[in-house]
């Protein structure tokens, strides 16, 4: 079926680095976006998100790249600080049979920042 | 403004028993969502509710789970009976239609 995937369980980077982490999604009728943070013992927290009538949105430090093309989504953290350390999903917003949006995640992403 | 609450944080039961999971939305969202992640893995949907109404239930496993949200306000989802597959960490978020999630810190079930 559909889903949401993401091409890299772990990323590890120095400090100061440019992060990148990718996301490919197979749900043609999705139109938003959305990348959320969780840090141990917390809930995902939003941290930038994309409609589908844009290839690139800009945020604090982070940005996030939408090629409709090949159905793939980037985000980019730059300056990677340890705080940035915790585990990344993206995440779909297709329609669901029933009429409702129901965003839907990936399995996430570990990134570790080594100071 | 509060930000998405569940109760309790944690729960350790054993097989059979039951457990109630709570939920309280931030204050004015009519969507809630209960999703689960299961160690290691994607967090996925179970359940949406627009206000009161079970807009979309398709991700619930079985009968043994149970969700409702009183008045449109907070939400309970209770597993009875609990199975050693039910341990995972249970997930309720809110918004606004067209928004993102928000979430709340999750209550980490572990059936033994």
């Known amino acids: 079926g559909e889903s949401v995937g993401l091409h890299l369980p772990t990323l590890s980077v120095q400090e100061g680095d440019n992060s990148i982490i990718n996301c490919a999604y197979s749900?043609?009728?999705?139109?938003?976006f959305i990348w959320y943070k969780q840090e141990s013992g917390k809930g995902p927290q939003f941290i930038i998100d994309?409609?589908?009538?844009?290839d690139k949105r800009q945020g604090q430090r982070v940005t996030v790249l939408l090629n409709k093309t090949v159905k793939h989504l980037s985000l980019q953290i730059a300056a990677t600080q340890p705080g940035d350390s915790a585990v990344y999903f993206c995440a779909e917003n297709p329609r669901s049979s029933g009429g409702s949006y129901i965003p839907t995640f990936g399995r996430g992403t570990s990134l570790i920042v080594h100071p | 403004e509060a930000g998405v609450t569940q109760f309790p944080s944690h729960s350790v039961i054993e097989k059979g028993q039951t457990v109630t999971l709570r939920c309280d939305p931030i204050?004015?969202?009519?969507?809630l969502y209960w999703y689960r992640r299961v160690m290691g893995k994607e967090i996925k949907f179970l359940l949406h509710?627009?206000?009161?109404?079970?807009?979309?239930e398709s991700g619930m496993p079985n009968n043994r789970f149970l969700a409702e949200r009183t008045g449109g306000t907070y939400s309970t989802l209770k597993v009875q009976p609990a199975e050693l597959e039910d341990s995972g960490v249970y997930f309720c978020?809110?918004?606004?239609?067209?928004?993102?999630?928000?979430f709340g810190n999750g209550t980490r079930l572990t059936v033994t």
């Open positions: 978020a809110s918004r606004e239609m067209g928004s993102p999630l928000h």
């Open positions: 994309i409609r589908s009538n844009m």
């Open positions: 509710f627009v206000k009161e109404s079970k807009q979309d």
């Open positions: 749900n043609s009728a999705s139109d938003y």
């Open positions: 204050s004015g969202h009519d969507n």
